[in-house]
């Protein structure tokens, strides 16, 4: 592996000359940059980027913290925070942790001990005592949260889950719903909070109520959702629709309709929340509340290295707007078949 010494020597300047390069820490006259830089692609000499750090006090590495990777949403999230970060110079080092708090301490240490320079959470469960250790440990370490409640002394960024649940409701109500269920996420996770107060507030606008036996919570899997909806639909009471809270769940209710014959949406209308790619192609195509992944993941990552870059205060809270994706899973109660 080629050294600063090896480059120094190659473009017969002094090693205090490449580093100067290399840092930008001084100016060289452009001839002599030329030859330095010229000197490094013929070696493939690569900066030791802590050592660069040592001096710097920067890494410009990101660190990430989430429940699972493989989660649909989260890898969306995690690909424009990881495109925006490449795009302006910078790494990212994933971890993750399924929730357990003791994984999440031990990647933070992991991190941590990497000089990261930011941190991103998002996880199903955002322990406060796993956040309170981050920030007791490291109090100067930009914090921002993905998905979930604001913070104090951290930038939450995340969708309006609120007007996302009015959305659906809105939807429902006007399609002329009125035996509707809730296939709900686990009642500590706070976006799951916050779909469910609006899509209540948002029936009641509508002079309706959700009917408490009619409600449901699952774990955000498809395999949630499918457990859910069959507890529902073997009660006695069908419904004319479900709006399950993201996604992979309401997969699971589509699912577990066509096991028991009834067919969407004649019989039953499924309502989903993500817009993740699959929804597209799912038998029938699923109508969601969007929200953008992919922008969740960009504004953190663009918030979070503008605020390195140019010291631009990180804000307490972003929150971005969902909309209606209405495709062939929605229809209306008359539809339904005899």
Do not use: W
Request: aromatic share 4%.
């Amino acid at each position: 592996m080629a050294t600063i010494r090896d480059v120094a020597r190659e473009a017969g300047v002094s090693m205090s000359t490449v580093s100067h390069v290399v840092n930008a820490t001084r100016f060289v006259a452009p001839e002599t940059e030329q030859l330095v830089r010229a000197a490094i692609e013929r070696l493939g000499y690569t900066p030791n980027g802590i050592a660069r750090a040592l001096k710097g006090n920067r890494t410009r590495t990101l660190g990430m913290i989430v429940t699972a990777s493989s989660n649909p949403f989260f890898a969306h999230v995690i690909h424009g925070l990881e495109t925006v970060s490449s795009d302006r110079g910078y790494s990212l080092i994933l971890c993750n942790t399924d929730d357990e708090p003791g994984k999440q301490l031990r990647a933070f240490e992991a991190l941590h001990n990497r000089r990261i320079d930011g941190l991103a959470v998002m996880t199903s469960d955002a322990d406060p005592g796993f956040l309170d250790d981050v920030q007791g440990r490291a109090p100067d370490l930009p914090l921002l949260l993905l998905d979930t409640d604001p913070r104090a002394g951290a930038c939450t960024v995340t969708d309006d889950s609120v007007m996302g649940g009015r959305l659906a409701a809105r939807l429902l109500a006007e399609r002329g719903f009125r035996r509707i269920a809730c296939i709900t996420g686990p009642g500590r996770h706070p976006r799951s909070r916050a779909r469910l107060a609006g899509f209540v507030e948002e029936l009641g606008t509508a002079g309706l109520t959700l009917d408490p036996a009619r409600l449901r919570e699952a774990d955000l899997t498809i395999a949630g959702g499918f457990a859910a909806a069959a507890d529902l639909l073997d009660a006695g009471d069908v419904p004319d629709a479900i709006f399950a809270f993201n996604d992979l769940m309401a997969a699971g209710v589509l699912r577990a309709a066509a096991e028991r014959g009834l067919t969407v949406p004649d019989r039953l209308s499924v309502l989903g929340y993500d817009d993740i790619e699959l929804a597209a192609y799912l038998t029938p195509p699923l109508s969601t509340i969007r929200q953008s992944a992919s922008l969740l993941g960009a504004r953190a990552a663009e918030l979070l290295i503008d605020h390195l870059e140019d010291g631009r205060p990180l804000p307490d809270l972003l929150s971005l707007p969902p909309d209606l994706v209405l495709r062939a899973s929605v229809g209306r109660p008359c539809e339904r078949l005899s």
